[in-house]
């Protein structure tokens, strides 16, 4: 598995992630026969508009995490975007919004070593459980989430909500408490 380092999305770093996320949304249009080659991009940024407009919005929202992965070279590998819980009974778990591998760099592992930075990271902060979605169409993200132990939380016809319990640096399920939080990067 190859060593990614988190750190916080740059405003360069959230177009890219823009971007790649409305390829992939194009793309997996086209591959299930919704969409024509021809005006899939177009299509694709004009039905993300709100998930994008809230991912601008993330950037300085409380207890919301857009986070870059990059390799030990510096190379950006990826993007991520995390919402932590309000505050109350759900304090302790997040939900992964949006992971994305750089194209260039894709079937390489980067995946699994994103989404194991991240459980690190929460964890180390208090939080015991990462859910998220994850479409039906995406075999590769299913393969990659049953690999690293997320559970069937609910079925919907087009996507699987999953859940994972998350344990801290002492291997307990309980929040860690700390009296600063380190920043990552």
Not at 36 to 47: C, F, H, M
Not at 74 to 77: F, S, T
Not at 82 to 86: R, S
Not at 152 to 159: D, V
């Given at each position: 598995?190859p060593?990614?380092?988190?750190?916080?999305?740059?405003?360069q770093d959230?177009e890219?992630?823009?971007?790649?996320e409305?390829?992939?949304y194009?793309?997996?249009?086209?591959?299930?026969?919704?969409w024509?080659?021809?005006?899939?991009?177009?299509?694709?940024?004009?039905?993300l508009?709100?998930?994008?407009a809230?991912e601008h919005?993330?950037v300085?929202?409380e207890?919301?995490?857009?986070?870059?992965?990059?390799?030990p070279d510096?190379?950006?590998?990826g993007?991520?975007w995390?919402?932590?819980?309000?505050p109350?009974?759900?304090?302790?778990?997040a939900?992964?919004?949006?992971m994305?591998?750089a194209?260039?760099v894709?079937n390489?592992g980067?995946g699994?070593?994103?989404l194991?930075a991240?459980?690190?990271l929460?964890?180390?902060?208090?939080?015991?459980?990462?859910?998220?979605n994850v479409?039906?169409?995406?075999?590769?993200?299913?393969?990659?989430?049953?690999?690293?132990?997320?559970e069937?939380?609910?079925?919907?016809?087009?996507?699987r909500?999953l859940?994972?319990?998350?344990?801290?640096?002492n291997?307990s399920?309980?929040?860690v408490?700390?009296s600063?939080?380190a920043?990552?990067?």
């Open positions: 598995m060593d990614v380092m988190l750190v916080p999305m740059s405003a959230l890219a992630f823009v971007d790649e409305v390829a992939d194009a793309h997996e249009r086209v591959l299930d026969g919704a024509s080659r021809r005006d899939a991009l177009e299509r694709a940024r004009a039905e508009g709100r998930d994008i809230w919005e993330a300085t929202a207890r919301q995490r857009l986070l870059t992965a990059i390799d510096g190379v950006r590998v993007w991520i995390t919402k932590l819980g309000p109350g009974p759900w304090a302790a778990s939900f992964l919004c949006q994305t591998v194209r260039p894709r390489r980067y699994r070593s994103m194991t991240l459980e690190a929460l964890a180390n902060e208090g939080i015991t459980e990462l859910r998220l479409c039906e169409s995406n075999l590769p993200a299913r393969r990659l989430y049953s690999a690293a132990g997320y069937l939380a609910e079925q919907l016809p087009t996507m909500r859940r994972k319990r998350l344990l801290s640096a291997g399920c309980e929040p408490v700390f600063t939080v920043q990552v990067g």
